[in-house]
Nanobody, 121 residues
Framework: QVQLVESGGGLVPPGGSLRLSCRAS????????MGWYRQAPGKRRELVAV???????DYAESVKGRFTISRDNTKNTVLLQMNSLKPDDTAVYYC???????????????WGQGTQVTVSS
């Protein structure tokens, strides 16, 4: 079974920074896309940033210039550096990975358990 484990959430004042980390473990053939989504109370889950293997990252318009996503394929890890945080960034952040369990199997989406980010004075 594949597992995604996030860490790095917490409480930070406006303008502060946090770095989220997500590591994939278990049995799988290949990870194609890794990324971060977030969900605030009463709102739909939304994309924050994604990065395919060997490709360029895509960011939500609301985080461009403030967040940076990076990926370490040798460690099956994706990071999200969040700077200049705003109260609107407050949400549960979920790690996502698009994987192929075996060479001949279709792609599957996997999700982490989520980590809370709270931006408040």
């Amino acid at each position: 079974q594949v597992q995604l484990v996030e860490s790095g959430g917490g409480l930070v004042p406006p303008g502060g920074s946090l770095r989220l980390s997500c590591r994939a473990s278990g049995s799988f053939f290949r990870i194609y896309v890794m990324g971060w989504y977030r969900q605030a109370p009463g709102k739909r889950r939304e994309l924050v940033a994604v990065v395919p293997e060997g490709g360029d990252a895509d960011y939500a318009e609301s985080v461009k210039g403030r967040f940076t996503i990076s990926r370490d394929n040798t460690k099956n890890t994706v990071l999200l550096q969040m700077n200049s945080l705003k109260p609107d960034d407050t949400a549960v952040y979920y790690c996502n990975a698009e994987m192929r369990p075996t060479n001949m199997s279709p792609l599957n989406d996997y999700w982490g358990q989520g980590t809370q980010v709270t931006v408040s004075s």
